[in-house]
């Protein structure tokens, strides 16, 4: 299991991951989950993935290797349109899908893998699109500014009441990481470290990249802060007075 989410502001867009992997409680490693594609003043596209590690790793190298093997082929580097890379993305899930599913479903092992896709191609707006396990998506809208994938529960009352399009994105990335620390407290299969990437809107190259790891001194203040936060108006709120 994983977290990732993936918010488009007004200013921009930002992305955010977790890096841990498990099978099982005593087989925990560390694996990115994001994947960064970008030509600058052309495109920038980041994948955010959720799922079987294989699979989408088995998407991300299909994605490399077409705009290499075949520089004729419509590839990632290529298409006019976030959409076309969208379609891109999902076919590229179904055909690892077909190779290795029905060996995994064999071994009784979830090949399912879902994935969010945002950035922005020269010539149109910021997109965002969660590409769903069967190669479908849906695109954000401005009602629907963030998508999250993986253990997504514990991290999502905090985005719903402080994320909209018009947040600053320093406090977009602070509400993020309030965010990651719920899911972290609540779920093991999710932890450090996060990677996020900040994609000023119209800029067409990357605008910040951040590795939180363990000790990191914001994190550890922010996660810290908001625990004590929370206790104290939580004692500051009265009882109901219908157990008196």
């Known amino acids: ?21 498990n099978a099982g409680v005593d087989h925990i490693a560390i694996f990115s989950k994001m994947k960064v594609f970008e030509k600058k003043d052309d495109r920038v596209m980041v994948l955010l993935s959720s799922g079987n590690l294989a699979i989408t790793q088995g998407v ?8 290499h093997l075949d520089p004729q082929r419509e590839s990632i580097w290529t298409a006019g349109s976030l959409y076309d890379v969208a379609t891109m993305v999902g076919e590229s899930l179904r055909e690892m899908q077909r190779r290795d599913g029905p060996f995994l479903a064999q071994g009784n092992v979830d090949f399912s893998a879902s994935l969010l896709l945002g950035g922005q191609i020269a010539g149109e707006p910021m997109r965002l699109f969660n590409i769903y396990a069967q190669g479908n998506f849906i695109e954000a809208t401005p009602d629907t500014r963030y998508f999250q994938i993986g ?10 009441r402080v994320v909209s399009g018009a947040t600053p994105v320093a406090e977009a990335a602070k ?4 965010s990651f620390d719920s899911t972290i407290r609540s779920n093991i299969s999710v ?3 996060i990677e996020m990437l900040w994609y000023p809107r119209d800029a067409l190259r990357v605008g910040a990249y951040k590795r939180i790891t363990e000790g990191d001194p914001y994190f550890g203040m922010l996660r810290q802060g908001w625990g004590g936060g929370l206790r104290r108006v939580f004692g500051e709120l009265p009882n109901p007075d219908w157990l008196a």
């Open 1 to 21: 299991m994983t977290y990732c989410v993936a918010i488009m502001l007004d200013s921009g867009m930002l992305f955010a991951s977790d890096s841990r992997t």
């Open 60 to 67: 991300t190298n299909i994605l490399d290797r077409h705009g």
């Open 151 to 160: 253990e997504s529960k514990y991290g999502k009352p905090v985005l719903d």
């Open 175 to 178: 509400c993020v990481l309030i």
């Open 191 to 193: 932890g450090l470290p």
